[in-house]
């Protein structure tokens, strides 16, 4: 295979994971972005988060709320568990466990009726486990994006959370229709919270 062909692949691969997601996760994409705007509208925030890769995706998310996303426009109530380096190392310390630095954060901030937005691109790790059960505890609603390799943190949910699965095991397609997806979800939270731009 030549570089181009090579390019070319890579990019087909792309666009037909995207087109399977445009065709069959709209309907899902659209419950997701409800759910973050119901919070908002109760006066209650989203908590983000990932492993890996998506700790990046966590923070682009929450920049674009409390920041902006297309337009200017007042800030939301975001806050991203991957930040505090500090914190994290101090959760993950010899008297703790890394797979509580996630869980002890929501246990902390959450409270009822909030959405904790979830990013996995790998097989589950026990923190993010840990992190759903002390969702649920608090009465947090989930939104989980994951790929189709990810078969524990799915079977973990209840029934008003919402899962977007993207429909490929390519670490690399999966991160790359996350970022799509948190592109639909800024839009839609924008539209629904302050109409469509003129």
């Known amino acids: 295979m030549s570089l181009?062909?090579?390019i070319l692949h890579q990019m087909t691969e792309s666009i037909q994971t995207q087109q399977i997601v445009m065709h069959e996760m709209c309907e899902l994409i659209e419950l997701a972005s409800q759910k973050i705007v119901n919070a908002l509208l109760a006066d209650r925030k989203v908590l983000t988060c990932g492993n890996a890769a998506s700790v990046s995706m966590a923070q682009y998310f929450a920049s674009m709320m409390i920041n902006r996303y297309e337009r200017s426009r007042p800030s939301l109530p975001v806050i991203s568990l991957v930040?505090?380096?500090q914190l994290i190392s101090s959760i993950a310390g010899v008297q703790q466990h890394y797979d509580d630095v996630y869980a002890?954060?929501?246990?902390?901030?959450?409270?009822?009726?909030?959405?904790?937005?979830?990013?996995?691109?790998?097989?589950?790790?026990?923190?993010?486990?840990?992190?759903?059960?002390a969702a649920h505890d608090k009465q947090v609603n989930i939104v989980l994006l994951v790929g189709e390799n990810e078969v524990l943190l799915p079977t973990l949910l209840h029934d008003q959370d919402v899962c977007i699965t993207v429909p490929s095991q390519s670490i690399q397609r999966i991160h790359e229709v996350h970022l799509l997806v948190t592109h639909c979800l800024c839009d839609l939270i924008d539209s629904q919270l302050f109409g469509n731009p003129l």
């Open 104 to 133: 002890k954060q929501l246990r902390a901030l959450a409270q009822t009726s909030d959405v904790l937005l979830l990013y996995s691109i790998d097989v589950s790790s026990p923190n993010l486990t840990k992190l759903i059960s």
């Open 4 to 6: 181009q062909d090579n």
């Open 83 to 85: 930040n505090d380096v």
